[in-house]
Each structure stands twice: as C-alpha cells, then as structure tokens.
C-alpha cells in the first residue's frame, strides 16, 4: 500500500518553507565554500538559490546545510557540497549552454545547473532514484529533462552537448562522451579506481581533446557499459 511515509522526497512536497533560518543556514555554506577555494560568483550565488534542506528527510534536517555528502537511499548519496561547486566551476556553465549530467541522483546538481542558467539533461541508471527525482525536482520548481539509462554512453539522441558533467566516479573516460561533445565543449568527470578519482577536465580544441586534471575526490562507481561491473 501506498504510505507517504516510505517517500520522504514526496512528503516533503507539502513541507518545504524556506524562511530566513534556512537562507541564513545557506550564505554560512555560500561563505565556507568560497573560503574552500570556490571563486566563480555565479556558481555560488546558484548554491544560494537552491533549497537543499528540501533533498533531506526530517531526521537529517539539520545536516542539509553542512558541506557533507548524505545517503539518499539506494545506497546513493548527494553530493558534498564543495564537490558539486567545484565541478560547476570546472564545467564553467553559460547561460543558454546544453548540459548534459550523468547521475542524476537526487537532483541537487542539476537545479545548480539550471540556476546558472544552462538547459539541463540528467540521466539516471538507477530505476528507483530516477522515478522519485523526476516526480520531486518539478515540485521545487527545477524541469530538466529527465532520461533514464546507462548515462556512461551518455546522450546520443539529444548529442551534441555544450557541456558534460560526470557525478560519479568513472574507472576511464568514456568515448561516447568525447565524441557528444561540440568543438569548445568541455567535460568534467572523476577518473580513478572505486574508492578515490581525480577530477579532470577534457575541452575539445579543434576538434581534439586537451586533458587538465584536479584534485582527488571520492565518488560512488560510475555503473554500465563503460563503467564499473
Ligand atoms: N548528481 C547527484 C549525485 C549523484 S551520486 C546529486 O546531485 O545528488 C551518482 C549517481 O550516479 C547515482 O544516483 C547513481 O545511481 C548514478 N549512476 C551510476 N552509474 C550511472 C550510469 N551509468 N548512468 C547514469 N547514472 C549512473
């Protein structure tokens, strides 16, 4: 039987407020991730904007503005934070850009996507996480394009994509993503082994790839084809 209980993302549909306490709880996290290194000011003003205590069941409520990453159930987390700042800033989204995002997870990245401005694609390999993220997001106001899938093949039917961003850990990078790049698009995806990925950037110029890489990160596996087995 249906049980609101068992679906704390819906249930937080008839709940979610956003008064001075959550905004005050939200340029305190704006504040310590711009002291962690984040300097893009839109990226941070689109972390101010999002509700991210409305992606926390009541019993975690309190942690919705630490820059942690936090179980979503499905053993998938959102992301920390920091994390899902510094891939924005590497990804350095327009306004107007195609985005494409793999792992669409809760959702959390994808609403800082649209908040600067970018038409998001988010796809999700996880049946369960797919169904309640697509019925949640639009309640907050968020409307990406929602695809479910194996995203480490990435979009083919909506290619070619301004921007790719990867938000789990993946053990190689992917062709199929190369190639759904346009010229001057860029890619972000964490590269390593299951426990620990080094975030790297690849930008097509003139029709070929140039490879930056960043710091470590810890992500959950990158699953499917090209991914982890
Ligand atoms: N971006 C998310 C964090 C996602 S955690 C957020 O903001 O909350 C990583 C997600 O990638 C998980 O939901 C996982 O199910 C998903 N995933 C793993 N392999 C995938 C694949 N091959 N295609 C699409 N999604 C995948």
């Known amino acids: 039987m249906f049980n609101l209980k068992n679906w704390p993302f819906l249930r937080q549909i008839f709940m979610v407020k956003d008064d001075y306490k959550q905004r005050g709880l939200r340029n305190k996290l704006v504040k310590k991730l711009r002291l962690k290194g984040i300097q ?7 972390v101010g904007r999002v509700p991210r205590h ?18 979503i159930g499905e053993g998938q987390t959102i992301s920390q934070p920091y994390t899902v700042a510094f891939q924005t800033e590497k990804l350095a989204v327009k306004a107007g850009d195609k985005v494409l995002e793999i792992g669409t997870g809760s959702g959390y990245q ?4 649209l908040e600067m401005g970018a038409n998001v694609y ?9 169904e309640r993220t697509r019925a949640f997001l639009p309640k907050l106001g968020y409307n990406p394009y929602f695809a479910f899938g194996d ?7 909506k290619a070619p994509f301004d921007k790719i961003l990867v938000t789990a850990g993946a053990p190689v990078v992917p062709d199929d993503l190369i190639k759904q790049l346009k010229e001057g698009g860029t890619l972000v995806i964490p590269v390593g082994d299951r426990e620990r990925q080094k975030m790297v950037r ?15 990160f810890a992500f959950v ?3 499917g084809d090209q991914g982890w087995k």
């Open 40 to 46: 893009d000011e839109r990226v941070l003003e689109a």
């Open 54 to 71: 409305a992606f926390f069941d009541d019993a975690l409520l309190l942690h919705a503005y630490e820059d942690k990453a936090f179980p």
């Open 110 to 113: 994808a609403c800082v996507l």
């Open 122 to 130: 988010t796809i999700e390999y996880n049946r369960v996480l797919f």
């Open 151 to 157: 995203g480490s093949k990435g979009m083919p039917s």
């Open 202 to 216: 690849i930008i097509i110029k003139n029709g070929k790839p140039v490879r930056d890489e960043f710091d470590n």
């Open 221 to 223: 596996p990158l699953l």
